[in-house]
């Protein structure tokens, strides 16, 4: 792999969404944080992508912490945060995958003698990321492009104060879950590009233990799983770099720098540039072999 290959970041919650994401990947080689945070770094065959994965623990507060580390270690392309949800829609089934079009925090607020005031956070994805997806899975009837709500408890009663909570200010969420608004405010934070996709494994109702049981959970997450490296197969670098590990160029962006590997005549390239006043040049004769 070559140490140049763009990377993304696939960070997961649980066991079962990092073995179910592993499972796609070649040619694995372990990295190791200074902290100890560890990442399995391999190839996603058929992609120009070098995926680190990480497996980060469950929480809003860990999965912000140690993605602002991912971001500054590994300094990813992209970050996919990749696994299970309650689905909070009737039309959504188990099995079926939501891909955050938004993220919602929804536990901000101010209690009042007149009752509890919402203070929403929401998080737009990314939209490189976004439409990646709608093209990766527009033709699979299993996968939604829904918003997605993000708090500190786990749903289990549909009848709770926290599911009327949920209708009442955030109607157009499709699942609940705990990691992903710390995901996405961390990477937002750090100016990249973030995705949370989830795999539908209970109804967030009484029965979650049942659905549990009856394995729902691993095949959520490997629907998840395979949801996202449809999203990567679709994705393009938007650096050059190696596909691969073959010496093939990636097509080298716009926004990217210039690349040339030798003198072409009197050409100043700005991109990635910023001047606060007026730009002054002159040109300068040169004799036999000097510059």
């Keep these: 792999m070559p140490e140049f290959q763009p990377t993304v970041a696939v960070l997961t919650a649980l066991p079962l969404e990092y073995k179910a994401v592993r499972a796609h990947l070649t040619d694995v080689r ?44 590994l300094e990813p392309q992209a970050v996919l945060f990749v696994g299970v949800a309650g689905g909070l829609k009737s039309d959504i089934g188990l099995g079926d995958v939501v891909v ?12 009042t003698p007149e009752g509890f005031f919402v203070r929403p956070e929401a998080w737009r994805a990314s939209h490189r990321l976004t439409a990646a997806a709608r093209e990766a899975l527009r033709d699979d009837p299993r996968a939604h492009l829904k918003p997605i709500a993000a708090g500190d408890v786990v749903l289990a009663a549909p009848e709770s104060a926290l ?9 157009d969420a499709a699942a609940i879950e705990m990691e992903g608004s710390g995901v996405v405010s961390a990477v937002d934070l750090a100016g990249g590009d973030a995705l949370v996709i989830r795999g539908i ?22 629907n998840a799983a395979a949801a996202a490296v449809a999203v990567l197969r679709e994705l393009r670098p938007f650096r050059g770099g190696r596909v ?3 010496d093939r160029e990636v097509e080298d962006s716009e ?10 005549g009197d050409h100043l390239d700005f991109r ?3 001047f606060n006043g007026p730009f002054v040049a002159k040109r300068v004769g040169r004799e036999d072999g000097q510059r």
């Excluded at 599911?163 to 109607?171: G, I, K, T, V």
């Excluded at 494994?201 to 490997?222: I, M």
């Excluded at 926004?255 to 072409?264: D, N, Q, S």
């Design 30 to 73: 372990k990295r190791e944080h200074p902290r100890g945070t560890r990442a399995a770094v391999g190839q996603l065959p058929g992609t120009p992508w070098a995926v680190a994965l990480v497996e980060m623990g469950e929480g809003n507060l860990t999965a912000a912490a140690l993605t602002e580390r991912v971001m500054s270690w």
């Design 100 to 111: 955050a079009t938004k993220v919602y925090g929804i536990h901000g607020g101010k209690e």
């Design 163 to 171: 599911a009327e909570h949920l209708r009442r200010h955030y109607n």
């Design 201 to 222: 494994s209970d109804r967030a109702d009484a029965d979650k233990s049942r659905t549990d049981g009856e394995g729902w959970q691993p095949r959520a997450a490997e």
């Design 244 to 246: 691969g590990g073959s």
């Design 255 to 264: 926004e990217g720098p210039h690349r040339g590997a030798t003198y072409g």
């Design 272 to 274: 990635g540039s910023t």
